[in-house]
């Protein structure tokens, strides 16, 4: 067919801005098209029993494999390149918002495969930044057309947990006025100029996650473990309900018996039913399950 032999700036001009958008970007998340939420959202989980070698550490060659693979499923293109094509633009000014906190960071070698797979897209380097405190201050993202949110997950003493939806809480110069009500409204952070419809992947870390604290600044190894996995999602609320479904699931398998995360993650509930940002109930989250299966915990 024709069709598939234009470039996509020609498919742009000859078949208009809406039709072009359906075409190159079905599969982008709802919001940045103005569409109304889907029945259920799409999120691919992915784990590797060799992601961490012997030390602990990561290794880069398995994570890329997992994320490639991930992608692939999550917007059914035949190819990565062609994947990567449907979530971001050459001319897009891409912010990649990370998180720093220092005893469970996003990986680098994440932020760096994200970065890579970009510009194999033709986003221009110059157009990049990856950044998580600074996000307010940080040119780049002053002037962003497009998002990528990747965080690991954790348990927090105002949230319940630290999610994807909360990751963006540094895009408000007073965090703390999301704090009342265990941080019940912070979907509302989605809502923000600098966030509204910009959003194209969200990635929720679940390689060692934290599934139990207490305090803040709560950090104990011990509460860590070798999940060794990736959720993958254009919904920020579907990946947030599965990767707390695996926190709850992991709570009551080393505790013995159900311990609900204290205080509860209200605003992952909250984001679907109050805000419609997305899906957090199982019913309508469908969950693609990819590589190792082993104590998978849903």
């Known amino acids: 067919m024709t069709l598939k ?3 996509r700036r020609e498919a742009l001009k000859s078949i208009g801005l809406a039709a072009a958008a359906s075409f190159l970007f079905g599969s982008l998340p709802w919001r940045a098209f ?3 939420r889907p029945e259920k959202s799409k999120v691919v989980l992915i784990r590797d029993r060799d992601l961490l070698d012997e ?7 398995v994570l890329e494999k997992m994320f490639d693979r991930a992608v692939l499923e999550l917007t059914g293109a035949s190819d990565i390149r062609t994947a990567w094509d449907s979530i971001v633009k050459p001319q897009d000014i891409l912010g990649i918002k990370s998180n720093v906190w220092s005893h469970l960071s996003t990986p680098s070698g994440l932020e760096q495969i994200i ?3 970009a510009m194999s897209s033709g986003v221009e380097e110059r157009n990049m930044a990856i950044d998580d405190r600074g996000v307010l201050d940080n040119p780049v993202f002053k002037k962003a057309t ?7 997950m954790r348990t927090h003493d105002w949230s319940g ?6 990751n963006y809480i540094m895009f408000h110069p007073r965090p703390y006025e999301y704090h009342p009500d265990n941080c019940a409204d912070l979907a509302r952070l989605w809502e923000k100029p600098m966030v509204k419809g910009k959003t194209r992947l969200n990635v929720l870390v679940m390689i060692t996650p934290l599934f139990h604290g207490v305090g803040p600044h709560h950090f104990n190894d011990k509460y860590t473990w070798p999940y060794n996995g990736l959720i993958v999602s254009f919904d920020p609320v579907a990946a947030d309900a599965t990767g707390l479904r695996i926190i709850q699931a992991r709570r009551k398998e080393y505790f013995g018996e159900e311990r609900p995360i204290s205080p509860p993650a209200k605003h992952i509930r909250l984001a679907d039913t109050r805000h419609r940002l997305g899906n957090a109930d199982p019913a309508r989250i469908d969950l693609i399950k990819l590589g190792w299966q082993a104590d998978i915990l849903i």
């Open 5 to 7: 032999k234009l470039t």
């Open 34 to 36: 103005g569409r109304s």
């Open 55 to 61: 030390s602990g550490n990561i290794r880069r060659s």
């Open 115 to 117: 970065k890579q797979r």
């Open 146 to 152: 497009a998002l990528i949110n990747a965080r690991p």
């Open 161 to 166: 947990v630290g999610s994807l939806i909360k």
